[in-house]
């Protein structure tokens, strides 16, 4: 089993929907979680940090359930500009990033 | 503009032959990173560097290296030994160790073994 999991999709989402999706991590002593956003072919850059209470920065909300081991995150009102690949990282008990292989978003007009 | 320079940002090279990828950043970050990022997978950890002239192995070491002599500037090499080099190289930097989560990446290098 991977140590972080997420649906690879594609989502395919028309413009102004809400989309949401999770990321299913296994050890249970991890620390901290993000979600960043890839661009095609671009670098990873930090969307979000995700807190236990919830978090909400705009059109996005990330949460996060320890009993379940996943973290989620869902964009209200998409636009087509959201169109990227969305990868959840999860710092482990040793400090270590661990980073899943992210979920493609495409957002149709 | 701060920022994190990766360079060349498309490589291609012959079976056997060594090659470098350069990193520069000037946010005066101390820590320092190289991943891999192939398709389907999560980034993984090649080396990084908390300080200077000092550098921990990551997950996939092998058949890399790395030095830090100064605190801008983490060169990685790909040596012959690395059976699957083709990959995307991305090199990041942060404030302190990576426990914070936050990695300011570069442009990224595209190596192609032919």
């Known amino acids: 089993r991977k140590e972080v999991e997420q649906d690879p999709g594609p989502f395919n989402v028309p413009e102004g929907a809400t989309v949401a999706f999770n990321c299913t991590y296994s050890?249970?002593?991890?620390?901290?979680f993000f979600w960043y956003r890839q661009d095609c072919r671009k670098e990873p850059k930090l969307l979000m940090s995700?807190?236990?209470?919830?978090n909400e920065d705009g059109r996005f909300t990330a949460q996060l359930n320890r009993a379940s081991q996943y973290i989620s995150l869902l964009i209200r009102d998409s636009k087509l500009s959201d169109s990227a690949t969305y990868l959840c990282v999860v710092k482990d008990s040793n400090y270590q990033l661990i980073w899943g292989a992210g979920t493609k978003l495409i957002i149709k007009p | 503009d701060g920022g994190i320079t990766q360079s060349p940002k498309y490589l291609f090279r012959k079976e056997g032959q060594n090659v470098t990828l350069s990193c520069e950043q000037n946010l005066n970050h101390d820590a320092m990173y190289w991943y891999r990022q192939d398709p389907g997978q999560g980034l993984r950890l090649i080396y990084y560097s908390q300080i200077v002239n000092d550098f921990q192995k990551g997950d996939i070491a092998e058949g890399y290296s790395v030095s830090r002599e100064k605190k801008e500037s983490f060169p990685l090499t790909v040596t012959s030994a690395q059976k699957n080099p083709t990959a995307f190289y991305l090199c990041a930097s942060s404030k302190r160790g990576q426990g914070t989560g936050e990695l300011f990446f570069g442009e990224g290098s595209r190596l192609t073994v032919l």
């Open positions: 050890n249970s002593a991890s620390q901290s």
């Open positions: 995700v807190y236990s209470s919830g």
